[in-house]
């Protein structure tokens, strides 16, 4: 079983910043592309953002793309996102996925393994 750990959610001013982490192990970190989405409730899970295992190939959604960021340092195997100018609508669980074929993944169902989740509440 492979266990993704997140960290970094929390409550939050709109307008403000945060930013999560999510570690994998090191077996599939490398070799892996990684994701984020997040669901609200009665929501669907969403895509927010994806990078390939390089660091390249990234993809965003439109709805965050310009305010938050998708990164990874394959040294500590650990994947991040920055999000900046949150709005009351970014309100939700966040989890991160790790995904082993090529491409984007914009549906959940192409992810291989995910985090726990982790909330992210933005005040207005």
């Known amino acids: 079983q492979v266990q993704l750990v997140e960290s970094g959610g929390g409550l939050v001013q709109a307008g403000g910043s945060l930013r999560l982490s999510c570690a994998a192990p090191g077996r599939i970190f490398s070799r892996y592309a990684m994701g984020w989405f997040r669901q609200a409730p009665g929501k669907e899970r969403e895509f927010v953002a994806q990078i390939g295992w390089s660091g390249g190939n990234i993809y965003y959604a439109d709805s965050v793309k310009g305010r938050f960021t998708i990164s990874r340092d394959n040294a500590k195997n650990t994947v991040y996102l920055r999000m900046n100018s949150l709005k009351p609508e970014d309100t939700a669980v966040y989890y991160c996925?790790?995904?082993?074929?090529?491409?984007?993944?914009?549906?959940?169902?192409?992810?291989?393994?995910w985090g726990q989740g982790n909330q992210v509440t933005v005040s207005s």
């Open positions: 996925a790790a995904r082993r074929r090529s491409g984007v993944g914009y549906s959940a169902m192409l992810y291989d393994y």
